[in-house]
């Protein structure tokens, strides 16, 4: 009985904690590409392939061999000379418009949490979305994803002009959240990005699934 005694204290501490845990959350932010909107990659390679000389299997090394995506993520090469120059390493004879629309075709059309999540968190909870990403993808997924207007802000790889792991769109995110490191929770599919999250001191766990998203929120007593 004086062990019980002894441990029903400790227990009692516990739930505090973690109902005070719980109760800290104040804003979500969620990554973009890999948790909101899926990526399919052969898809746009597939897209491309039809345009050049070349096979979709050697579309990705030739892309990445041109090291421009960082560029464009960090918003260090205008999105009208990074289309001409890829359009040049790929055989490409499209016109600027064009080339968004094949770009863009990494996206299909669909998301992968539902849009009443978004709009139940933000009747209680800020929201932001922190994301590599650039200014050709962006505004075609402002335009075809109304999910997105659910945002309360954006924290935007091109427009920070860093890319996350670095530390300094962390920073951003939490400059925007209005709160604490500690009163935000982020959600991204890339582990060495939820690492980073941690480290700045934000509360993040990674993305599988919606499922699995719906049980993180829950434990920390989020509701919508």
């Known amino acids: 009985m004086a062990v019980l005694e002894g441990v029903f204290p400790i227990l009692l501490r516990r739930s505090v904690t973690l109902k005070e845990s719980r109760a800290m959350t104040k804003t979500v932010i969620f990554d973009l590409g890999g948790v909101i909107v899926p990526l399919d990659f052969p898809r746009a390679y597939k897209a491309l392939e039809g345009r050049t000389p070349y096979p979709a299997s050697e579309i990705p090394a030739r892309i990445a061999s041109t090291g421009l995506v960082p560029e464009l993520e960090t918003g260090r090469i205008e999105p009208e000379e990074f289309a001409e120059r890829i359009c040049d390493a790929l055989g490409l004879r499209v016109g600027y418009e064009e080339f968004c629309e094949l770009w863009s075709t990494v996206f299909p059309p669909r998301t992968l949490i539902p849009e009443s999540l978004l709009a139940g968190l933000r009747r209680r909870h800020r929201l932001l979305l922190l994301s590599n990403t650039n200014a050709i993808h962006f505004p075609y997924i402002r335009r075809n994803y109304p999910i997105l207007e659910h945002f309360d802000d954006f924290v935007l790889s091109y427009e920070v002009g860093a890319m996350k792991p670095a530390q300094e769109i962390y920073r951003e995110a939490i400059a925007r959240s209005g709160c604490e490191p500690e009163e935000c929770f ?34 920390r007593g989020i509701d919508w």
């Open 186 to 219: 982020f959600t991204d599919d890339v582990a060495d990005n939820v690492e980073a999250a941690r480290r700045e001191g934000i509360d993040a766990e990674q993305f599988h699934s919606y499922e699995q998203l719906e049980h993180d929120l829950r434990a």
